[in-house]
């Protein structure tokens, strides 16, 4: 803790002499002598106030503001965590004790404030810093990226850059936020000299930034993406984003001619609502036609600006000092805060994906409602349709060792892999079978949805139930696929004995099937896991290329397109159009899957990298082929066993990521509270625990009771 003064030797109001740091030590007396804080705030003052040039007063700012959270020794996030924010401010405390006592030091700080507020500008700090830029999302993130890796210029002028470097990291960020309003409102009494409104450097790019912003939302509001998806795009003097432009500079010429404004602010937050309810309303257009990105930026950029000059309008209709205090507390904040944001490439893709990570999520749920078993019926339909799609497995699994065969380059060789499992996956989706490895992307996109349309922890309790159907649903596909798939492949090898006198795949070939499926002697760990990521990504492709295709219209385009009807009929044209829309994800899902698995080897060849997939069911088919085509002594070396255990590690790596990536994918989305997912765990935990067979095997039948006997006519 801090000491507290003890003594003072003289009286504080009286004028001293000597320097800053003779004056501060003079009013603590005796009691300064050897504590090292007393001695570093002297210092601090000291170096402040006689800092020659622009450069070296902001440093020696930095400084004393840094010396004011940690002091000495004590360490702000170890305060945070502690949630010791009381102790944070005794810094604050001490300082401002001295600035209030002693007149001296208090005017020459002050007048080195009022240096600073004139040699510097704050017009980009308050309009445009933390707002992102005009030219879209991509051109953001490259200026992001670009900041990152070159260093980065020093502007002094600029107090964005001040700012900047004064808050570093959240936990400073938080610092500022918790200071209350009247101890904030004794910092600004304490540091900064009165100026008059009028005339002001701060209160002029306080007006010129309102301006900034104001020009900002009508720009955005009335951009032609946003115009055609709002309630009025037929008349801009309609827009609320054009009168919101009128009132904000009838408002911030008002104060700045010192006139009250409470009329104007109170009418300004009425347009401001009503922008916000336009907002409200394009967002809910893109959720049922379709998300763009730029479009999802823009709004954004309205978000941030709104936002901004909401906390401005409140300080302007201010009433009374405190009020202002807590006002201007509040906008600072905010400022604080999107200066953090404004380097943060992570925060600008997340708050600008998060509708489209969303829309995803939404369609893959969509689709994951086919892959769980309510009910028996249910779940003797998932085994059928599993048995269908390993059995057109094993021709995909013979398909690619044929191509294997033919010795092409890994590019031509991958290409023909990702055609062969894309054609594969094509055909289960038109047939309507079923492939395990698809099914944790779509099920865990299934499950955040009930989780978001089920507010409240009672929700636990049915998350919990549905995740034991997902289970054993996804065994049941699973088992069905490699059972099936393996049989299947020893009957094609056996009918392409019959025909050509010889097993499909030769000695070496197979050998070498063996040595890649083996868990110890090759990487299909790390290539069974990157093969669980690939599924997880093919589902976002399928989500998205079904976005693109909704917010281009392109079912009705289709539908509408004039040599397309004279050839072929505008009723065949309009049904094609249909199954586009049916479908248009589903190809997407099956087609960037193919692609992604066929071509991995031959991207990783390109760079140098042993990379390679290893998929449960197609690595069973190809097993099988395998061990149709060996002598029994390969049995006997163990290589058999060492194979099916790589299987067992596929069958655990592709459902296990793809699962949780989704999962986690689908609960970033709908912004899912951590506390409700720690006691979900819990809850799941004492659920396998109690009764493992739910995961595994699905609920017995009802017993029918015996029908009662007819009693005897007559």
Not at 45 to 61: I, S
Not at 476 to 504: C, E, H, K, M, Q
Not at 625 to 644: C, I, N, P, Q, T
């Amino acid at each position: 803790m801090i000491d507290q003064k003890t003594e003072i030797s003289a009286d504080p109001a009286a004028p001293l002499t000597g320097t800053v740091r003779e004056q501060v030590l003079a009013y603590f007396g005796p009691s300064a002598v050897g504590n090292d804080t007393r001695q570093a705030l002297a210092e601090h003052l000291e170096r402040f106030v006689g800092a020659q040039t622009l450069g070296d007063r902001l440093d020696a700012w930095l400084r004393l503001i840094h010396w004011t959270r940690v002091g000495t020794s004590r360490s702000l996030q170890v305060l945070a965590a502690r949630m010791r924010w009381r102790e944070a401010f005794l810094y604050w405390e001490l300082l401002l004790d001295v600035l209030e006592q002693v007149s001296a030091v208090r005017a020459a700080v002050q007048a080195a404030v009022g240096r600073i507020i004139e040699e510097t500008d704050a017009v980009t700090l308050i309009g445009e810093a933390g707002v992102p830029c005009d030219r879209g999302f991509l051109g953001e993130c490259g200026d992001r990226i670009l900041h990152k890796l070159l260093p980065a210029v020093r502007n002094d002028r600029d107090l964005t850059h001040l700012l900047q470097r004064q808050y570093r990291s959240w936990v400073e960020v938080r610092w500022f936020a918790q200071l209350s309003p009247r101890l904030f409102a004794r910092i600004v009494e304490a540091l900064f000299p009165r100026l008059d409104p009028s005339f002001s450097p701060l209160s002029r790019a306080f007006a010129d930034g309102f301006r900034l912003l104001a020009i900002r939302v009508q720009a955005q509001g009335l951009s032609e993406k946003l115009r055609a998806r709002s309630r009025r795009p037929s008349s801009i003097l309609e827009s609320a984003f054009y009168r919101l432009a009128q009132l904000s500079e009838r408002l911030v010429d008002q104060w700045q001619a010192g006139l009250a404004v409470a009329d104007l602010a109170a009418a300004w937050r009425v347009e401001a609502a009503d922008c916000q309810n336009e907002i409200r309303w394009i967002r809910r257009q893109l959720e049922t036609a379709g998300v763009s990105v730029d479009i999802v930026y823009g709004l954004e950029v309205l978000q941030h600006c709104l936002r901004r000059m909401g906390a401005m309008v409140d300080v302007m209709a201010a009433r009374d000092p405190l009020e202002q205090a807590a006002a201007v507390h509040a906008f600072l904040s905010i400022l604080i805060e999107a200066s953090l944001h404004e380097g943060s490439l992570a925060h600008l893709v997340e708050a600008n994906t998060r509708l489209l990570h969303r829309k995803i999520v939404d369609r893959s749920g969509v689709a994951g409602e086919h892959y769980i078993a309510r009910d028996l019926l249910e779940y003797r339909h998932i085994w059928v349709a599993a048995a269908g799609g390993g059995v057109l497995t094993a021709f995909t699994a013979a398909g690619k060792m044929f191509i294997y065969a033919l010795g092409l380059a890994p590019f031509l060789a991958g290409f023909g892999y990702g055609l062969n499992y894309a054609a594969s996956f094509v055909l289960m989706q038109t047939f309507g079978l079923m492939l395990a490895t698809k099914q944790p992307a779509m099920t865990a996109a299934t499950l955040a949805t009930i989780m978001r349309e089920q507010p409240g922890s009672a929700r636990l309790d049915d998350i919990v139930e549905l995740i034991t159907k997902i289970s054993h649903s996804q065994i049941a596909a699973a088992v069905s696929n490699v059972v099936v798939v393996s049989v299947a492949a020893y009957a094609l090898d056996a009918g392409w004995r019959l025909v050509t006198g010889r097993p499909i795949l030769n000695l070496q070939d197979a050998a070498h099937v063996y040595e890649t499926l083996s868990p110890l002697d090759s990487g299909t760990v790390i290539f069974a896991a990157l093969t669980g990521v690939i599924l997880w990504l093919s589902s976002l492709a399928g989500g998205w290329i079904e976005n693109w295709a909704v917010y281009h219209r392109l079912p009705s385009a289709l539908a509408e397109h004039a040599w397309g009807g004279r050839v072929f009929g505008p009723e065949r044209v309009r049904r094609w159009a249909d199954g586009v829309a049916r479908n248009i994800a589903g190809w997407g899902t099956n087609v960037s899957l193919g692609m992604m698995l066929g071509m991995t080897p031959a991207i990783g060849a390109f760079f140098g990298l042993p990379l390679d997939v290893r998929h449960v069911t197609l690595s069973s088919g190809t097993l099988a082929l395998a061990s149709a085509s060996l002598d029994v002594e390969w049995y006997r070396e163990g290589w058999f066993l060492k194979a099916v255990a790589g299987v067992c590690v596929m069958f655990v790596l592709n459902l296990g990521v793809s699962f949780v990536l989704s999962l986690i994918t689908a609960l970033r989305a709908y912004e899912f509270p951590r506390s409700e997912a720690v006691e979900l765990l819990k809850r799941l935990l004492r659920r396998l625990l109690l009764s493992p067979r739910d995961f595994i095997l699905p609920p017995r039948a009802p017993k029918v009771a015996a029908d009662t006997p007819a009693e005897p006519v007559g």
